[in-house]
């Protein structure tokens, strides 16, 4: 069973930056496709990016697009979420996940546990 371990969350002020981590435990075909979501308190968990390993295609969610950027180390089985120009309501837990495709209203079958992103001054 591939596990996803996410860290890099933290307090930040807006207008600042974070990255995010995310390692696989292994490289299966039930991690073709690694992205993020994210659950503000109160909100449903919603979409913010995705990567494909093979080609490296990217996905982004709208609310987002510009600011943050998404990418792969093959060799480190590791995903990475660079997050600029951030804002008060990035607020969130972001949590990362994998499934062997990526489909329109993607909903993965793999999470990880979630890391904490806050943005306040």
């Known amino acids: 069973q591939v596990q996803l371990v996410e860290s890099g969350g933290g307090l930040v002020q807006p207008g600042g930056s974070l990255r995010l981590s995310c390692a696989a435990s292994g490289r299966t075909f039930s991690t073709n496709v690694m992205g993020w979501f994210r659950q503000a308190p109160g909100k449903e968990r919603e979409f913010v990016a995705a990567i494909r390993w093979t080609g490296g295609s990217t996905y982004y969610a709208d609310s987002i697009k510009g600011r943050f950027t998404i990418s792969r180390d093959n060799a480190k089985n590791t995903v990475y979420l660079q997050m600029n120009s951030l804002k008060p309501e990035d607020t969130a837990v972001y949590y990362c996940?994998?499934?062997?495709?990526?489909?329109?209203?993607?909903?993965?079958?793999?999470w990880g546990q979630g890391t904490q992103v806050t943005v306040s001054s």
């Open positions: 996940a994998a499934d062997p495709q990526y489909t329109i209203n993607w909903y993965p079958r793999l």
